[in-house]
């Protein structure tokens, strides 16, 4: 199967509609669009997704910030599209994201960094498995003739 990445428009970006943003840059690069939600999560679901961050002393107030309103949980597909949807994410700390990238054109504080992507290929298949217990859809694109060579 091809390489599946997670990624999730955290509250601040539905709200200040960036979805239809952001969704067109993944479909624009021509990633897959496998899985799609719009859903609020409850404080034990954050936890477990930020489960690697329980030490933080950030933790408290992302959770807080993730359960503030709903998210749009995806799965997007393609060759490289762990790594290649951080590079379109940018940087943790937006003010260090370069233009261009979604944290860098959107975003200013760290707390408030509009979107989430998986940092690897084994992130993803757990954060995949968390969010679509369901699993993705399974769709061929007529177009991949013309995505990839
Ligand atoms: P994400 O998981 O959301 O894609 O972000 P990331 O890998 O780039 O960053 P990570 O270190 O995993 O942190 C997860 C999220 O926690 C918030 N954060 N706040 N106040 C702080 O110092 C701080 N550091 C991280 C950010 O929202 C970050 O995306």
Redesign the pocket.
Known sequence: MAEQTFIMIKPDGVQRGLVGEIISRFEKKGFYLKGLKLITVDRPFAERH?AD?SA?P?FN??VE?IISGPVVAMVWEGKGVVATGRKL?GA?NPLASEPGTIRGDFAID??R?V???S?SVESATKEIALWFPEGPANWQSSLHSWIYE
Do not use: Q, S, V
Request: hydrophobic share 40%; proline share 0%; glycine share 18%.
């Open positions: 930020y961050l933080k950030f107030g992302l910030y994410i943790t760290i707390g960094n979107i989430h992507g940092d």
